[in-house]
């Protein structure tokens, strides 16, 4: 996503207080209000977001939104021509775009959109060299354009709410797990191109290295690092564990993860090419590959304490 056109884009959540619904005056703008869930315009896209905060400026309502599923940092302010009521028929609208030509309105959107590192869109800049000698094109800007779509968004949303919102947690180990998946994506591209080439190979356990070390770092919500504490031993992988869940965070994570690497313009071509394979490869088993179920993490915690209860009696006894 772009950054917000907004004259107020520098405002961000921490600096507003949103604990008073009643901040704002709210008339003026009975069209949309606080708390509701809508489709919010960005670039050429429509995203599920909920409002926050309305305000009313002149007459006219403006509103302070979160996308759903995606980092505070991307909270903005927006206008009356940029939100849509969340409904059947909007809903098929965002479908429509998703579903449409990736290329078109890109050229009109990339500058607007590499303002600031997205979850789909990156700029890195290639890094000068040490040497006394200037290069041609060290400033050439290599995009990352990670589409993911429709479908699997709203799986990214509805992993939000059930860890979020209904305080659960993926039951693990899952199956099939993210090792499983990588292998079953080198079956396919076998069964497809009938030889495997080298950098395939070497993405793809970059891409498992790449999700073993960012797992605890940042691909778990708070709720789920207890979790991954009591069930991730030493002598085991996250990879071995975890699966299509957590295996889809990672894409919305690694243009940022990316951008502290040094990367040539061929293997740029490459891992674009590949990670935008991948992710339709993960679109068409989405049936398959997300299967793992949630369970209450209250649940979890009962059965804990009784266990250290339990604990505590024999040692007495």
Known sequence: MGSSEDHVKEETLEEVDVSSPGRFPISGADDFSEGETILALHGDRLYDAKILMVEVRDGEGRYYVHYVGWNKSWDEWLGIDRVLKHTKENVEKQQALE??????????????????????????????????????????EIIFDIIIPVSLKKQLVADWEHITQQEKLLKLPCCPNVDQILSKYLD???????????????????????????????????????????????????????????????????????????IDKKTSIQLHERLNDFIRFLKKNRSSFFTSSYHSSKVSEAARNNNTIADGQEQMS
């Open 188 to 262: 396919y591209m076998l069964k497809n191109n009938g030889v495997l080439t080298d950098s395939t190979g070497e993405i793809l356990k970059g891409l498992r290295c790449y999700f073993d070390r960012a797992l605890p770092v940042i691909l778990l919500y708070e709720k789920e690092r207890l979790q991954f504490r009591e069930t991730v031993l030493d002598n085991m992988s996250p990879s071995s564990i975890y699966g299509a869940q957590h295996l889809l965070r990672l894409f919305v994570k690694l243009p940022e993860l990316l951008a502290q690497v040094n």
């Open 99 to 140: 579903n449409q030509d990736p290329d078109q309105g890109r050229k009109s959107d990339c500058h607007q959109r590499v303002k600031k590192n997205s979850s789909t869109v990156l700029q890195v800049k290639k890094r000068k060299r040490d040497s006394g000698f200037k290069k041609p094109d060290t400033s050439a």
